[in-house]
């Protein structure tokens, strides 16, 4: 159904409220939550400590000895009213190459026999979309990727992998995305980036951020070493 008319609020523990501005990853929804993360930002309401954006929703963390929720919650409908006025910044397109197969996507088979295709289609499907970033969580800078195609959606593992390369670049159900650190994780691995993602002594520390896309293009090992070295 896409964006709601009006947003539905819960309240979440005793120190959360939750937003929810659609019932599907969309586009639009998307926009609408990172518009108000960074109206939350700029204008603030009082004892609200952290915004969580996600896919659809805000989840707003506040301090219950400075406010209550329906404070809370009367604060952040005051601040709809200036929505007109808020420009969310445009979005970039990020380039990240990618070594598919082998050692690198030690899944990428699974994924082709799964569909009935070649390695070769997976990674030319893989790679034809240009992938919005909708929502940065689980670990810094994991971008969750919409726009996968369906021909690629592929299940998660059974039983997750106690070590995931950093780098790694993965499927899972109808999602795809990367893994900026080494860390657990149950995705399909398809492939790997030889470029470092997080890098936490820059003043930005990732390459991209929640609304930006990604276009991802295949390279060779040869490259992806050429590439690596450059990243020391």
């Known amino acids: 159904m896409g964006l709601y008319r009006e947003p539905l ?27 108000m993360a960074g109206l939350l930002e700029t204008r603030g309401v009082e004892g ?14 506040y ?26 910044p445009p979005p970039r397109e990020v380039e990240i190459p990618v070594c598919y197969g ?18 070769e289609d997976v990674i030319r499907i893989h790679s034809s979309p240009r992938y919005q970033i ?25 039983t997750p992998r106690l070590s995931v390369p950093a780098g790694s670049v993965a499927i899972a159900a109808n999602q795809t995305g990367i893994y900026p650190i080494t860390s657990p994780g149950g995705w399909r691995l398809i492939g790997r980036t030889p470029l470092r993602l997080f890098r ?13 896309f990604i276009r991802f293009r295949p390279i060779d090992r040869e490259s992806y070493y050429a590439l690596a070295q450059k990243q020391d």
């Open 9 to 35: 609020v819960r309240i979440v523990g005793d120190r959360g409220v939750l937003v929810e501005y659609g019932d599907s990853i969309h586009p639009e929804v998307n926009l609408k939550v990172r518009a």
């Open 48 to 61: 609200l400590q952290e915004v969580v954006p996600t896919y659809r929703s805000l989840l707003l963390i």
């Open 63 to 88: 301090d219950p000895m400075a406010t209550q929720p329906q404070t809370l919650i009367r604060g952040l409908r005051s601040l709809e009213k200036g929505m007109s006025e808020i420009q969310v």
């Open 102 to 119: 082998g050692e690198f996507g030690p899944d990428i088979e699974f994924v082709a026999n799964y569909h009935g295709l070649t390695v």
């Open 134 to 158: 909708y929502m940065m969580g689980f670990t810094p800078g994991f971008p969750f990727l919409g726009g996968l195609p369906e021909l690629l959606a592929t299940p998660r593992l059974e």
């Open 200 to 212: 936490p002594e820059r003043e930005q520390p990732f390459l991209y951020k929640a609304g930006d």
